[in-house]
């Protein structure tokens, strides 16, 4: 009984092994044409609206550079060294 099970399994299998080995081919289009003004989109245009930041969310930040009341020497060295 088992031996008879097993053979048709194995013929089942079988069959439908050989359904799957058949070559398919796609083909696809080669060329498509979109036209464009055939297209009607309806609707609103609206702007997005206004986008901000809120300015208790910005961090102020100290600045560690010396602070200097003018660059006069180093501008004097840059002249000079151009001449």
């Given at each position: ?12 299998l ?61 501008m004097?060295?840059a ?5």
């Amino acid at each position: 009984m088992k031996l008879i099970t097993i053979a048709l399994m194995l013929v089942s299998l079988q069959a439908f092994a050989e359904d799957s080995k058949s070559n398919v081919r796609y083909e696809y289009k080669k060329f498509e044409k979109f036209d464009f003004d055939e297209i009607g989109v309806e609707g609103e245009a609206g702007s997005p609206g206004d986008l901000s930041i809120s300015p208790r969310l910005r961090k102020e930040f100290r600045n560690k550079l010396p602070e200097r009341e003018n660059f006069n020497q180093e501008m004097k060295k840059a002249i000079d060294g151009i001449r």
